[in-house]
């Protein structure tokens, strides 16, 4: 974990808390569209980027330097805004009609539908390409023209580079900080819409017999995200695949050295359709 060396927190093992580690659960996730796909691997990149930013070290200024131009490399799709727009605007006209429903919290989906109006109306109020400041930055555009290649980044190769590093752990937090914040305009609306999507489906418990479960899909639903939940003291990892009539899950059991195998036994696990 980094931290400023004044307020370094006492370090822990997962001995300390055996109870959380083994109850804990473990989710995997399988989009079933490329615009959920994408939503998903920013809001990695965004947890990715703001983990590291704080670190104190030259390596945790790196980390997140280089986490920012697999965002700024997402973002340059042209279609990009126009497309989280398009979703923003789905996700309201799927959630409005719940309002005449009853036994829905009204209060509540009133709250998640002015989000989305307001995160809509931030958005549309951008007039210049996503990211456009950061990709205008000399040293950042530098360094993702090398991001393609292997130890690409290292000091001999970009030595403007080398000498940002070379600032206090503050102003390389400050400038790294400062750059995040534009992009905020992104993160908050892929948090927004990726919680409301899977909030629309509870986890339920289902058996998988030698390991394998299989479901067919309707295909008049509009199925975004497939989800599995499994403790995290299991063995194995779970597998999904999914098509347009049906999708599987297949509970596999790494084995050093060699390919994983299936298991064996039944699994129990919770899984999760979700759909709007």
């Known amino acids: 974990m980094a931290c400023s060396n004044a307020d370094s927190p006492a370090q822990f093992t997962f001995a300390d808390y055996p109870s959380i580690v083994m109850t804990e659960p473990v989710i995997y996730e399988q989009p079933l569209n490329e615009r959920m796909r994408t939503y998903i691997r920013l809001e990695h990149l965004f947890k990715q980027a703001l983990y590291t930013l704080r670190g104190y070290s030259v390596w945790d200024s ?37 309002m005449t429903r009853q036994g829905v919290d009204h209060e509540h989906l009133s709250q998640v539908l002015n989000e989305l109006r ?3 109306e931030s958005l549309h109020g951008v007039s210049s390409p996503l990211g456009q400041g950061i990709r205008e930055d000399d040293l950042f555009s530098t360094l993702r023209q090398r991001h393609t290649v292997a130890g690409g980044d290292c000091a001999m190769d970009l030595p403007a580079y080398h000498l940002w590093l070379q600032q206090s752990p503050e102003q390389r937090i400050d400038a790294l900080e400062l750059w995040l914040k534009s992009l905020e305009i992104v ?58 009539h049906r999708f ?29």
């Open 62 to 98: 790196r980390a997140t330097f280089t986490t920012l131009v697999d965002i700024i490399d997402i973002l340059t799709r042209s279609d990009f805004k126009a497309d989280m727009l398009k979703e923003l605007e789905r996700q309201q006209n799927a959630l409005a009609p719940l």
């Open 118 to 120: 307001k995160t809509q």
């Open 187 to 244: 993160n908050q609306p892929i948090t927004l819409m990726l919680s409301i999507v899977r909030a629309s489906a509870d986890l339920r418990t289902q058996l998988a017999p030698q390991g394998f479960y299989q479901q067919t899909v309707d295909t008049a639903i509009p199925l975004q995200i497939i989800r599995v939940s499994i403790t995290k003291s299991s063995s194995y990892f779970a597998e999904i695949s999914a098509g347009k």
């Open 248 to 276: 599987t899950v297949r509970f596999m059991k790494p084995h050093p050295g060699r390919r994983p195998v299936q298991v064996e036994d039944t699994v129990e696990f919770q899984l999760g359709c979700c759909a709007l």
